[in-house]
């Protein structure tokens, strides 16, 4: 199985800071990578697909980028709203395998 | 609007079985590959298995391969999970979900609010 590592686990920012994390796959994934963003107590939420194509009616600060192993997600404006934990997701081959997830908390 | 709706969790006894369901609407259920996910409390997703629109094609996490079966009926719109010789690590809250093609091998774009399995004894 493809092991999909993200860093860091968990990370303090503060309202308007710009934020990235990274997700590395044990070998090439291609683009075949999704980024969630998950609140508590709630289901996952697609954001990113294929790297870097954003799911309809995400906001467009989110961004992604990368291809075989390396991948980010960025946001380019942190607002309250963003503070959730996020998973990559690589869809490369099976088993369907995600990252371990990434804290984002208010600093 | 796309709903998923699970059912059929609750506590059961390590060694037992149970069967969870999900109902879908809002879309043709019959155009999309359907997974099932997990998330363990507090810890991370967990990707359990997947069926192809027409179930032709079907995966399993290697951690419930051959304990659990997928199946879904395209007439009922539902989505089906038997989980057999449960043991204490099964115990997750289970979330159905849309995938975006018709092959179970993309990602998920609908998720439902899940259920829980809990396995103690």
């Known amino acids: 199985d493809i092991q999909m590592t993200q860093s860091p686990s968990t990370l303090s920012a503060s309202v308007g800071d710009r934020v990235t994390i990274t997700c590395r796959a044990s070998?090439?994934?291609?683009?075949?990578l999704a980024w969630y963003q998950q609140k508590p107590g709630k289901a996952p939420k697609l954001l990113i697909y294929k790297a870097s194509s954003l799911e309809s009616g995400v906001p467009s600060r989110f961004s992604g980028s990368g291809s075989g192993t390396e991948f980010t997600l960025t946001i380019s404006s942190l607002q309250p709203d963003d503070f959730a934990t996020y998973y990559c997701q690589q869809y490369n081959s099976y088993s369907l395998t995600f990252g371990g997830g990434t804290k984002v908390e208010i600093k | 609007e796309v709903q998923l709706v699970e059912s059929g969790g609750g506590l059961v006894q390590p060694g037992r079985s149970l069967r969870l369901s999900c109902a879908a609407s809002?879309?043709?259920?019959?155009?999309?590959?359907m997974h099932w996910v997990r998330q363990a409390p507090g810890k991370g997703l967990e990707w359990v298995s997947g069926i192809s629109w027409n179930s032709g094609s079907i995966g399993y996490a290697d951690s419930v391969k051959g304990r659990f079966t997928i199946s879904r009926d395209n007439a009922k719109n539902s989505l089906y999970l038997q989980m057999n010789s449960l043991r204490a690590e099964d115990t997750a809250l289970y979330y159905c979900?849309?995938?975006?093609?018709?092959?179970?091998?993309?990602?998920?774009?609908?998720w439902g609010q899940g259920t829980l399995v809990t396995v103690s004894s």
């Open positions: 809002g879309f043709t259920f019959d155009d999309y590959a």
């Open positions: 070998q090439s994934i291609s683009s075949w």
């Open positions: 979900a849309k995938d975006r093609g018709i092959a179970a091998a993309d990602t998920f774009d609908y």
